[in-house]
């Protein structure tokens, strides 16, 4: 029984440890288009200032 224990133990692990690289994935993705957003309205203010 101890054995079936861990092994639950570790698959929860390996899967919770899955679902948050995904989350931060997501979140990084998100972040880098807001970002690029950002850089490329700058960019064209900058240009329309000209």
């Known amino acids: ?3 079936r224990r ?3 133990l ?4 390996r899967l919770v440890r ?3 690289g995904l989350i931060a994935v997501l979140v990084r993705r ?3 288009k807001d970002t690029q957003l950002l850089v490329s309205r700058h ?6 200032r000209r």
């Open 6 to 8: 861990m092994l639950s």
């Open 43 to 48: 960019a064209e203010s900058a240009v329309l």
């Open 18 to 20: 899955s679902l948050l």
């Open 30 to 32: 998100d972040l880098s």
């Open 10 to 13: 570790s698959v929860v692990y």
């Open 1 to 3: 029984m101890d054995d």
